[in-house]
């Protein structure tokens, strides 16, 4: 039985409808990430899970508890802002054990359980200080440890690296997933980075303009997304969307690209069913999964190679991505950062397309 | 012409700072110039101001003015001094700061962070209080405070006080607690507490420095008010502005300027003291809003 169930959650501000209609469940220990551009809904859901901000209709069940109408202090959550909330007034160790005081747990075991939390966090050192004493990092911990202290059933993160520099917010990335993996806590969070909703979680829900577009897992969504808007949202650099039309070519279907009826791929194997003859489709491939021909995976059962010339050059160190050109539209590969190519010149490029998916323009979904 | 493209010797801009220093210098002389005569008038015997120099320092100085005006000096009828009216005031002036300034901290937290239908309207209407001119709420605040049953008391002045006081105090809170975040709000909510314990926890310590703008303004305004202590607390519910007036005004024989003066000393003692105390955090915390970014 799933342990956070958002039933046809609905809000409505004005005459604006931010929320149309959300049904997510997570199970016991889950990492729900909620991704999105700013503005699709994905706070305003937050909140509603937090009960700061009242559904227009629909249910929270938490463990079995339908949660909608009590106040967030009874629905045994924690949640960790954007701008952490520290109180100014108040030292590090008395934030942390506010909500325990106002639990009414006595001192002895407020002191103990702060002492816990501060040694999981290793910010023992801090306790006597004030926030506007700390940096961005160290807030960021001390908030962290406000939720952790409580023992709660869900904890909440509303954007909570947005305001540290990258760095710093790979680093404390990486400790919200040990701490995660350390304590199989239930967790859901917000971000609009994508990398982040990659990296954290069990399970990502992307949003838009206040509806699903597709819940899976990391996986899921990176190499078969539901739609157009998912395919582009997530991954950088974005996924190539590559016109073509569905020809006939020897008994099996063929994708021509760039409106060439001589640039010609096969079918990807991620299609199952039979296409009409002259269909618009969008082919939609990873930047690494148009390579040079050298670092091509050995496994793969569906190639196609097309030499296209090369308009830009970019290496990151790690690798190099190259900007290909071929009748007016243009895609970036991805190639080994030692490859020879410089611009102007004509290029094989490999073609995955085991990797590829394939989009209807007119509706906008997969096609499978 | 543009000035910034005019290159100033290092001889100008000092005779300019000359200058500056010399008008300021004036300036102050002149804003000190009425507090000097009153120190120097209050400390000379009788005799020694009839002579004319007001500007001359005392030539046997006493305080024995200052002693006849705390203790003895006639106010109407009775000579006991001013004494009891400075307690008047003080007993006039510290609830009505205190509870005017606390009654605007909440309605700056309610409206800002427990916001209502309709809150933009019930903060335009206690803004208006601050714009009504004392004199037009004198007769129905009279009316008010003889059905209650406060007429001459301390106790309807500090009513008066704090309902007019309101307006200010609220503004002040409420611009303060506008750029207050919320997300403390919700987190301390989350948290488990209420809207009272929120407010004494979280909100009222980190208000310092509007408090201590509230309390001066608050503080120099009931202080020196005199209308409304003339009209709702006659005889001896006096408050000190009052005091001073009669004593003044009384004539019996001579009219003693130094027991005068050193009355009206004891009078801006209280205010200058809040002043000299509290000072410096009434810029900083003018200035707390409008700075930050």
Known sequence: MSFLEIKDIRKKIGNVEILKGINIDLEKGGFLVLVGPSGCGKSTLLNAIAGLLPPSSGDIVIDGQVVTDLHPSKRDIAMVFQSYALYPNMTVEENIAFALEMRGVDKAAREAAVKQVAKTLQIEHLLKRRPSQLSGGQRQRVAMGRALVRQPRVFLFDEPLSNLDAKLRVEVRAEIKALHQNTHATIVYVTHDQIEAMTLATKIVVLKEGTVQQVGTPSEIYNRPANLFVADFMGSPAMNMLKGRVVSSGGAQAIALFGNENVKVAMPPSVTKSLADGKEIILGLRPEAITDTGLLDPQVRSVAQIVADVSMVEPTGSDTFVTGKLDGASFTARTRADVHVSVGQKFPFAFNLDKAVVFDPETTGRID | ?293
């Open chain 2, 1 to 293: 012409m543009s000035a910034a493209n005019e290159t100033i010797s290092a001889g100008s801009a000092r005779t300019a700072r000359y200058f500056i220093y010399a008008a300021l210098i004036i300036l102050a002389v002149v804003y000190l110039l009425p507090l000097y005569v009153m120190l120097t008038t209050s400390l000379k015997p009788l005799d020694e101001i009839r002579g004319g120099d007001m500007l001359a320092l005392p030539r046997e100085p006493s305080i024995a003015a200052w002693v006849r005006a705390w203790g003895e000096a006639c106010i109407g009828v009775s000579c006991v001094g001013i004494k009891g009216y400075f307690w008047n005031s003080i007993k006039m002036v510290v609830p009505a700061v205190i509870i005017s300034t606390l009654l605007g901290a909440l309605n700056g937290y309610v409206l800002t962070k427990w916001r209502f239908p309709g809150h933009k309207i019930v903060f335009g209407m206690m803004l208006f209080a601050c714009f009504i001119p004392f004199q037009a709420v004198l007769i129905p605040m009279a009316r008010l405070l003889g059905l209650m049953g406060l007429s001459n008391s301390t106790t309807g002045l500090v009513m008066v006080h704090v309902i007019y006081g309101l307006g200010f105090t609220t503004l002040f809170f409420r611009n303060y607690y506008e750029a207050f975040p919320d997300e403390l709000v919700k987190a301390a909510m989350i948290d488990g507490a209420g809207f009272f314990r929120i407010f004494w926890r979280i909100l009222l310590p980190s208000s310092g420095p509007i408090i201590v703008v509230t309390i001066i303004y608050q503080f120099t305004n009931i202080w020196n008010d005199f209308l409304f202590g003339v009209s709702f607390a006659g005889g001896e519910a006096s408050p000190m502005t009052v005091a001073l007036n009669n004593l003044v005004s009384s004539s019996t024989g001579v009219k003693e300027y130094n027991v005068d003066m050193a009355a009206a000393v004891f009078a801006a003692l209280p205010t200058l003291f809040v002043y000299i105390v509290a000072g410096r955090y009434f810029v900083r915390g003018l200035m707390a809003g409008a700075v930050k970014g």
